[in-house]
């Protein structure tokens, strides 16, 4: 029933093969681990680093954002009497209040004449001050209509004072933290 000459194409089970050990997948796996370990290592150390805020620039001098600030009011020409002498009043105060360090902005016109009269200013710039004061206070506050031509005239006022305490301050140096000068608080 069988033919042995028919089975000559199956062949016997061959031995066991010894097979060597691979381990080039340990070798990829330590590696890939190492990697990610420095990676994370490297996120870690970013994470930590200090931050240093981006440097803001430094702001315009107190006379460039004066002078800034009177050439749009100037050009916003058409601003009625009482918005005018506020706004004017404003960039003024905020002048004083940066270029002699005391809060000239918060002061009402009682506690500001007097402390002005403190700073190492020209005693007619002072009187200029003051009159300019007493000028534009009843313009704000009690509806007083300013004299014609007196906008302009404040305004050039006001430029000429930034003008004349720039001058002081070039010739003196910059005012002491006290704000008035290098003269002591009193």
Do not use: N
């Amino acid at each position: 029933m069988t033919d042995p000459a028919g089975m000559a194409d199956i062949h016997d089970i061959k031995p066991i093969l010894t097979v060597a050990a691979d381990w080039h997948w340990l070798i990829w796996a330590v590696g890939g681990l190492l990697l990610l370990i420095a990676a994370w290592m490297i996120w870690r150390r970013w994470r930590r680093r200090p931050r240093h805020p981006e440097t803001a620039p430094a702001p315009p001098s107190p006379d460039a954002e004066a002078y800034l600030q009177l050439d749009r009011l100037a050009v916003a020409g058409t601003v009625d009497g009482k918005q005018f002498y506020f706004q004017l009043s404003a960039i003024l105060r905020h002048y004083v209040e940066r270029r002699f360090a005391f809060q000239a902005a918060e002061m009402t016109i009682e506690e500001l004449l007097p402390r002005m009269a403190t700073l190492a200013l020209d005693a007619d710039l002072v009187r200029a001050f003051e009159r300019f004061c007493q000028t534009a206070e009843p313009i704000k506050f009690a509806d007083v209509v300013g004299e014609p031509g007196g906008m302009s005239h404040d305004l050039a006022f006001v430029r000429d004072f930034v003008d004349r305490t720039t001058q002081i301050d070039a010739q003196t140096g910059p005012p002491s933290q006290e704000g008035d000068c290098g003269r002591p608080p009193q």
